[in-house]
């Protein structure tokens, strides 16, 4: 009876000291976790919240600059927003509590007069007084003001860009008189470094406060770099709406010693893309016998910048129309960096009627960017109803079936 006991007391013991074991390992597991920053392949600083990627290797990364650092700078304003990231909403926005209206300490003492200011400047405020005594008129033809700061960090090899805040953004939305604004920033010519804002809500001053910092790039190639802001304003039902943009070329803007305040008029976006959209050389032959239509996406040429110092990487996506609806979609590959793209692909489209009377084909020229949305650079429609050398080649695939019919044609706005 005694042996029975005793191995019952031993297993209690082994069990308490199993269990003790285990939730000690956990316990120490979390802690280590918790002392570990992840690895952002992206972050930036939003509101005063800092995010920094302890180890960095040689790839080029988005970070945000480090709390400690910024507490050194006399510069930075001491009462600085700091909030919590789990305080935001699905869209990334922050609770209404937050005043997105106000203007950042840097932005009060900024004058727009200005081309770039030091950070020890100062401004009066007879200055900014003189910005809202605006007249009606200069108002409607102004798209607004950009305010930004540059900096670069030689320590750790990194450009900074802050994106504070917008002044005088006209409405997009016709019924409630606001808009939704957000910025896209792309780094040019390569057009690697892309990223944009959290999107603000039914207001015309936004003040955004975001810091993206990029790492690994060196000083000496600054002044070859381009920064484009694109100001655009958010609709849940249909493309959002293009403000205008802000081009900054870094050529001749000196960082060396310290940050730079600066402000840019908000210009219409790409003016001189109204001049042509480029033309596209399709072959088109139509099989009566098997009822399909083979179509050739062989050229596109004179197509315009994307970017206004960076050149597109464009595709081609052909839609098929039947009695005004889609019925079957293609596209070709992307070609990279060029004006003159060189496709040369082939598709067969089988038509599910006889005769092509409702058929309509269309081809769209996108500019290929994975960090948003695709650019449509042109349009072109191909059917019994479309107009100019649209039509004159659709009526000779009609009238002369089994031939392969190649013609250039002038693309449209998109």
Not at 151 to 176: C, H, T, W
Not at 295 to 302: E, N, Q
Not at 304 to 320: A, E, F, I, M, R
Not at 382 to 398: D, P
Request: one cysteine or more; a positive charge.
């Amino acid at each position: 009876d005694e042996i029975p006991t005793v191995v019952g007391i031993f297993s209690a013991f082994g069990l308490v000291f199993s269990v003790s074991l285990f939730a000690w390992i956990c316990c120490q597991r979390k802690s280590s976790k918790s002392n570990k920053t992840p690895p952002y392949k992206f972050v930036h600083v939003l509101k005063g919240v800092d995010i920094y990627p302890e180890n960095l290797n040689s790839k080029k990364k988005f970070g945000a600059e480090d709390k400690s650092e910024e507490k050194n700078k006399s510069a930075m304003p001491k009462n600085s927003l700091h909030l919590d990231l789990e305080k935001r909403d699905l869209n990334g926005n922050f609770p209404k509590t937050t005043p997105k209206n106000q203007s950042s300490p840097d932005i009060e003492n900024l004058s727009p007069k200005h081309f770039a200011e030091r950070k020890k400047d100062s401004v009066s405020p007879d200055s900014l007084k003189s910005i809202a005594s605006l007249s009606s008129e200069d108002k409607q033809d102004k798209l607004g003001t950009l305010f930004f700061s540059l900096e670069y960090n030689f320590e750790k090899k990194a450009f900074v860009v802050n994106i504070k805040e917008a002044r005088g953004l006209p409405a997009m939305d016709e019924q409630s008189m606001t808009s939704d604004p957000y910025i896209k920033m792309t780094i040019l010519p390569e057009k690697k470094h892309k990223v944009k804002t959290r999107v603000l809500r039914k207001t015309l001053d936004p003040a955004f406060d975001e810091t993206f910092t990029f790492y690994g790039i060196p000083y000496s190639q600054i002044q070859d770099l381009t920064l484009h802001f694109m100001i655009l304003s958010f609709d849940r039902f249909s493309r959002d709406d293009v403000i205008g943009e802000v081009l900054i070329p870094l050529a001749g803007i000196e960082l060396s010693e310290g940050r730079l305040l600066m402000d840019r008029e908000i210009i219409k976006r790409n003016v001189r893309k109204s001049s042509g959209r480029g033309e596209l050389l399709i072959s088109l032959c139509y099989q009566s016998t098997t009822n399909t239509l083979t179509v050739v996406v062989l050229k596109a040429r004179h197509l315009p910048k994307s970017d206004v110092s960076g050149l597109s990487d464009p595709y081609v996506k052909v839609n098929l129309y039947h009695a005004k609806k889609r019925i079957s979609k293609k596209k070709t590959h992307v070609k990279k960096c060029t004006p003159n793209a060189v496709f040369n692909e082939l598709f067969v489209f089988d038509i599910p009627c006889e005769g092509l009377d409702d058929i309509s084909i269309e081809f769209l020229v996108l500019d290929s960017d994975r960090g948003s949305r695709n650019e449509v650079i042109g349009r072109l429609t191909l059917g019994s109803s479309a107009e100019g050398t649209g039509g004159e080649h659709w009526k000779e695939i009609c009238e002369y079936p089994r031939r392969q019919i190649a013609k250039w044609h002038m693309l449209c706005d998109g």
